[in-house]
Each structure stands twice: as structure tokens, then as C-alpha cells.
């Protein structure tokens, strides 16, 4: 569908000769609306365009919803790991992913709206659900809910973003997906502090209010006024809120995230460049594990950055070799994953006749709190006092809609405790864009 914008202009109305007529400025085009309008918008990852889809951007099945103002989209697909360094362990003795064979499963059926028809310009009604399954469901939770259903709109030749409504606040703040990416993200890594912190993260949500402010020279501002994750993580938020829809469970309350960056895109005079750093702080009670009370105050700072060094591709800008780096810290007295350092390289398009493909490299370090594993030593148990991971993984963009994502990722003590062996676990990732 084209919405047609039509201006007119007064002429002065004295008779005129033909050679005296002024010239009139050619018509205006009018102005298209396209499908992406209605693609994933304002967040910090971004999802494959519509004609990226099994189902064509171009089919009758697309264009009929598109006339109405609305695009449909179904994400889904299977993930596996295992460490091929031991035999797996028996099921009640497992403490981390791979340790025995773990398989998940999800699917997310999304319907975004075009708000024109209410003369609303750049603004779209934003809504997800999600089926998560996972063989071992501490790494999970297993749940069937709600995962967005919010207002999007922009401001001011889009120099300010709005969303408001139940949001997974992991894909707008932070920047945790290598290369920017749901479809290409590395595997192997998983930086869990945000989420201590009570940050909301897919497959669950929380009603938030969001804005960000797009500032000179490549600058902004993001803000969020979100509700609190339950402090004892993903299980217990899915036990006390099985749809999701729950607006404020008791006792959770009101987390602050607020992030300034610098973020360039790549040009053909120009690198791409991303610097960031934030601060998320929850008003909810955690319990101190020095004190044995209940206090607010809970908190992450990090600070991240990803620079493009070498271009690969005059004509792509944004295929090159890239390096990134981050940090983040929360209290060891109420978290038990204390400290994250990282490092990365990774490619885009690695290989030039494959646009699409992403190769990276990663290696972490997590801190494990020194107050939470001297209590476990105080308790006759063994443990690790960090976790260094060094994984490879290579995203394939085998056709249409469908990504394949395979590496290996070496884990010096993959648990707090009990201090088992390390790991070397074999990875492998389907995604599959309807």
C-alpha cells in the first residue's frame, strides 16, 4: 500500500503570458511505506529483514496482512551442547549446560502493527508470545507466555525512541549479541550479571518505559523505568508469573537502566564504532549472604566497546574484521556471579561470497563471588573461584530464513560448585525466520 503525501501551493492569480509563467517544482513522489517499518525496531539486536524469511516478503500471504497493516513473523528452532571430554553424569548430579546433553526448543510467533490507520507515523504495537523448552531447566526456564506486547514510536526525525509496555529489556540495552544480530550471535558465552541485576530477558518480559535520545556526532542516551525480575531468577519468575501478564508481582519493584554511548555506523569514509556503558539498579530486596538480610541496592555497571579495524569490502562497509571488549560488576554480596570480563574478534562475512556468514572468537572470564564460595568452603563443599571459557563459532547463512550456527567452547570450572572437571563443549544453533 502507498500513502500518497499531497502539498499545495497558492499562485498568485494576475494573467499572465505563457512565456512569463514561472516554473513549478516537479510533483512530489509519494511517500512508500515499506514492510520493515514493521520489523523488530528501536532495540540494541536486530532480526533478518522480511524478504530474509522462508516466507517470501513478496508472497500473496505476506502482502494481503501488509494492506491491513500488519506483519507476522514465527522464530524457531532447536539448540544442542555436550562436553565430549567425559561421559555425561547422572541427572541429579548435573551443575552446568553440556555436563549431560542438553537440547532446547523454541518458538515465537510475533504480530506487529502499523499505526497509521490511528495517524500515528513511525509507531507500531509490538507483540510476541514464546514456547521455551530445555532439557535441563535451570538453564531454561521451561515456560509458554507472554514475551512483548508494547507501543513503539519515534520523535523528531527519529532523534527520540519510545517503547512502553511488557519488554525484554536484553535485546536494547547492554549490546550482548556479537555482530548485532539474533540471527548471528556467538555462542558459548553468557554473560549473566545484567540479569542478577533483574534486567528483563528473553524468553520472559516486564513491563518497562523506555526511551532513548539520539544525541550529536553519533552520541545517545537510553533510559528504562522497568519491573524488577524476581531475585532468585528465571524458574521462580516463570512459578509466580506463568503468563507473564502479571503487572507487579509481590515483591518486586522498580529497576532504573540508564546507558550513553557513542555508535557509528560504517561507511565508506568511516568504521563502524560502538562504545557504551550503563548502569542497572533494582529497588527490589536481595537478600546480603555477608549479612544474612534482606537490603535493596542490588546493581550492575558495565561498560562495553566493538570497533571495526580492517574492511574487507569497499562496496559492503560493514564487512571487515572487528575486535570488541567488556566489563561488568554487581555486589558479591548479593550475587553469585561477581565479575565478567571479555574479549572478541570476529568477522563479518568472512568469506566474500557468503554476505551473511559471521565467524568469531571469544574468550571470558566470570568471577564467582568471594563471599558466596567462602560460605561454600565454610560448608565442607569444593569449589571454583571463576570461569574462563574460549569459544569458536562459526553462523552460516545456509538459505532463505535459516541460520546455522556451529562451535566449540573450552570452560575452565564451569561451576561454582561442586569443583568438577573443565569442559570442552561441542555447540550447535538452527534458526529458522518464517
Same mark, same amino acid.
Given at each position: 500500500?502507498?500513502?500518497?503525501?499531497? $502539498?499545495?501551493? /497558492?499562485? @498568485?492569480?494576475?494573467?499572465?503570458?505563457r512565456?512569463?509563467?514561472?516554473?513549478?517544482p516537479d510533483?512530489?513522489?509519494?511517500?512508500?511505506?515499506?514492510?520493515?517499518?514493521?520489523?523488530y525496531? /528501536?532495540?540494541?539486536?536486530?532480526?533478518?529483514?522480511?524478504?530474509?524469511?522462508?516466507?517470501?516478503?513478496a508472497?500473496?500471504?505476506?502482502?494481503? $496482512?501488509?494492506?491491513?497493516?500488519?506483519?507476522?513473523?514465527?522464530?524457531?528452532?532447536? !539448540?544442542?551442547? !555436550?562436553?565430549?571430554?567425559?561421559?555425561?553424569?547422572?541427572?541429579?548430579?548435573?551443575?552446568?549446560?553440556?555436563?549431560?546433553?542438553?537440547?532446547?526448543?523454541?518458538?515465537q510467533p510475533?504480530?506487529?502493527?502499523? $499505526?497509521? !490507520?490511528l495517524?500515528?507515523?513511525?509507531? !507500531?504495537?509490538?507483540?510476541?508470545?514464546?514456547?521455551?523448552?530445555?532439557?535441563?531447566n535451570?538453564?531454561g #526456564?521451561k515456560?509458554?507466555?507472554?514475551?512483548?506486547l508494547?507501543? %513503539?514510536?519515534?520523535?523528531?526525525?527519529?532523534?527520540?525512541?519510545?517503547?512502553?509496555?511488557y519488554?525484554?529489556?536484553?535485546?536494547?540495552?547492554?549490546?550482548?549479541?556479537?555482530g548485532?544480530?539474533?540471527a548471528?550471535?556467538?555462542?558459548?558465552?553468557?554473560?549473566?550479571? #545484567?540479569?542478577?541485576?533483574?534486567?528483563?530477558?528473553?524468553?520472559?518480559?516486564?513491563?518497562?518505559?523506555?526511551?532513548?535520545?539520539?544525541g550529536?556526532?553519533?552520541?545517545?542516551l537510553?533510559?528504562?523505568?522497568?519491573?524488577?525480575?524476581?531475585?532468585?531468577?528465571? #524458574?521462580?519468575?516463570v512459578?509466580?508469573?506463568?503468563?507473564?501478564?502479571?503487572?507487579i508481582?509481590?515483591?518486586?519493584?522498580?529497576?532504573?537502566?540508564?546507558e @550513553? /554511548? %557513542?555508535?557509528?555506523?560504517?561507511g565508506?569514509?568511516?568504521?563502524?564504532?560502538? $562504545?557504551?556503558g550503563?548502569?542497572?539498579?533494582?529497588?527490589?530486596d %536481595?537478600?546480603?549472604?555477608?549479612?544474612?538480610?534482606?537490603?535493596?541496592?542490588?546493581?550492575?555497571?558495565?561498560?562495553?566497546?566493538?570497533?571495526?579495524?580492517?574492511?574487507?569490502?569497499?562496496e559492503?562497509p560493514?564487512?571487515?574484521?572487528?575486535a @570488541?571488549?567488556?566489563?561488568?560488576?554487581?555486589?558479591?554480596?548479593?550475587?553469585?556471579?561477581?565479575?565478567?570480563?571479555?574479549?572478541?574478534?570476529?568477522?563479518?562475512?568472512?568469506?566474500?561470497s557468503r554476505?551473511?556468514?559471521?565467524l568469531?572468537?571469544?574468550?571470558?572470564?566470570?568471577?564467582?563471588?568471594?563471599?558466596?564460595t567462602?560460605k561454600y568452603?565454610?560448608?565442607?563443599?569444593?569449589?571454583?573461584r571463576?570461569?574462563?571459557?574460549?569459544?569458536?563459532? %562459526?553462523?552460516?547463512?545456509?538459505?532463505?530464513?535459516?541460520?546455522?550456527?556451529l562451535?566449540?567452547?573450552?570452560?575452565? @570450572?564451569p561451576?561454582?560448585?561442586p569443583?568438577?572437571?573443565?569442559?570442552l563443549?561441542?555447540?550447535?544453533?538452527?534458526?529458522?525466520?518464517?
Amino acid at each position: 500500500m502507498v500513502l500518497a503525501l499531497m $502539498l499545495c501551493g /497558492g499562485v @498568485g492569480g494576475g494573467a499572465q503570458s505563457r512565456d512569463n509563467s514561472p516554473v513549478l517544482p516537479d510533483a512530489p513522489k509519494p511517500s512508500a511505506r515499506s514492510i520493515e517499518d514493521l520489523n523488530y525496531l /528501536g532495540g540494541e539486536a536486530s532480526m533478518p529483514t522480511f524478504s530474509d524469511s522462508v516466507i517470501s516478503d513478496a508472497s500473496g500471504f505476506r502482502r494481503d $496482512l501488509f494492506r491491513k497493516g500488519i506483519a507476522f513473523r514465527l522464530i524457531t528452532g532447536p !539448540q544442542y551442547t !555436550q562436553n565430549v571430554l567425559a561421559a555425561p553424569v547422572a541427572a541429579d548430579a548435573q551443575v552446568y549446560v553440556g555436563e549431560r546433553p542438553f537440547e532446547s526448543m523454541f518458538a515465537q510467533p510475533i504480530l506487529a502493527f502499523d $499505526l497509521r !490507520q490511528l495517524h500515528l507515523r513511525k509507531a !507500531q504495537l509490538y507483540m510476541g508470545a514464546d514456547w521455551n523448552w530445555v532439557s535441563w531447566n535451570p538453564a531454561g #526456564p521451561k515456560t509458554l507466555q507472554l514475551w512483548a506486547l508494547y507501543v %513503539y514510536k519515534e520523535f523528531g526525525n527519529d532523534r527520540v525512541e519510545v517503547k512502553a509496555g511488557y519488554i525484554a529489556n536484553n535485546m536494547n540495552f547492554v549490546g550482548l549479541f556479537v555482530g548485532g544480530s539474533t540471527a548471528s550471535g556467538s555462542q558459548g558465552v553468557y554473560a549473566v550479571l #545484567p540479569y542478577e541485576a533483574g534486567m528483563s530477558y528473553f524468553p520472559m518480559t516486564a513491563p518497562s518505559f523506555n526511551v532513548r535520545f539520539r544525541g550529536p556526532g553519533n552520541t545517545y542516551l537510553k533510559t528504562a523505568a522497568q519491573r524488577s525480575f524476581d531475585p532468585n531468577g528465571g #524458574p521462580t519468575e516463570v512459578a509466580r508469573n506463568h503468563t507473564g501478564f502479571r503487572f507487579i508481582p509481590h515483591g518486586d519493584k522498580l529497576v532504573l537502566i540508564n546507558e @550513553g /554511548g %557513542y555508535q557509528r555506523e560504517a561507511g565508506t569514509s568511516a568504521r563502524e564504532a560502538w $562504545l557504551r556503558g550503563g548502569l542497572i539498579y533494582n529497588t527490589t530486596d %536481595y537478600k546480603n549472604e555477608a549479612t544474612g538480610r534482606m537490603e535493596s541496592g542490588n546493581y550492575c555497571g558495565y561498560a562495553l566497546m566493538d570497533y571495526q579495524f580492517v574492511k574487507t569490502n569497499r562496496e559492503h562497509p560493514k564487512q571487515g574484521i572487528y575486535a @570488541g571488549g567488556s566489563f561488568m560488576t554487581v555486589p558479591e554480596q548479593m550475587d553469585a556471579y561477581s565479575r565478567y570480563y571479555e574479549a572478541r574478534v570476529y568477522e563479518e562475512a568472512p568469506v566474500r561470497s557468503r554476505p551473511d556468514d559471521l565467524l568469531s572468537v571469544v574468550a571470558s572470564r566470570t568471577g564467582y563471588s568471594r563471599v558466596f564460595t567462602d560460605k561454600y568452603v565454610a560448608e565442607g563443599k569444593t569449589v571454583w573461584r571463576a570461569g574462563t571459557t574460549l569459544t569458536g563459532s %562459526y553462523s552460516m547463512h545456509v538459505s532463505r530464513g535459516e541460520y546455522v550456527s556451529l562451535g566449540v567452547s573450552y570452560v575452565a @570450572g564451569p561451576a561454582i560448585t561442586p569443583r568438577v572437571p573443565n569442559a570442552l563443549n561441542v555447540l550447535a544453533n538452527w534458526t529458522v525466520y518464517f
